[in-house]
């Protein structure tokens, strides 16, 4: 049998972009036939897809994109298995190419992208490929489509793990950037009070109940404390109540901040990607010591 080299692999990996290991077990299949261990590679890709498609998939980025008018955007996370895909530039470029497709095509739902063309294929042909190329799961999480009242500003912060898209109306530039990114760094999850879940008022005002309860307060005073914890809890998490991250004073909250530059904020959207997912736990060299082990015992 011919030996095959680690220049090989090499050589046969940059022309495929296959996993190394897929590289070496065609090359040993085609006793060293560069060419031979291609068309290998090229028969399984196609079922690389489906083998991967089991896999957590909480890895990946935000991919943003705006019209030139600033009028017309959105945010789209799309994931992969591992940090090392995310850098990819072919799984960067299909991002940002869907942030446009949802952009311009406005599609209802992740199925409804799916089903759209670009570059000749349709998106799932192109994730498909896309997976048996690079040889990890992949998957297009969730998507927002903006139609501004105002102007849209971007903030991507951590290599594109964060994402935001803010709609801002009035203000200049500088004040939409340092609005997008204080949501990167404070999280609100709605705009106002009104965006807030009821679930999540209801659960708050629970809570603050039983610990009054138990806290010896009185019955009468139980319900004026629950509100006054809720409202608290709105501070937190609704983005016009937040303190402005830049604040000098550590008081002036964004809608104070807002009013003074004439600016009002009509949406906003902020992506972390992976979060609410399971993330795989075992690092690259525990799952090539895993594979090494269950070859063994095979």
Partial sequence: MAEITVSMVKELREKTDAPMMECKKALSEAGGDMAKAEEILRVKLGNKASKAASRVAAEGMVGVFIAPDAKLGAIIEVNCETDFVAKNDDFQAFTKALAE????????????LSG???????????????VGKIGENMSIRRFARFEAKGKLTSYIHGGAKIGVLVDMAGGEDALAKDVAMHIAASKPKALDASGVPADLLETERRIAVEKAREAGKPEAMLDKIAEGTVQKYLKEVTLLGQVFVKAEDGKQTIEQLLKAKGASVAGFQLYVVGEGLEKRSNDFAAEVAAQAAAAAAR
Avoid: I
Wanted: proline share 4%; aromatic share 0%; hydrophobic share 50%.
């Fill in 116 to 130: 759209l063309t670009m570059n000749g294929a349709t998106v799932e042909a192109t994730r498909t490929a896309l």
């Fill in 101 to 112: 497709l949802v952009a311009k095509q406005n599609p209802a739902d992740v199925a409804a």
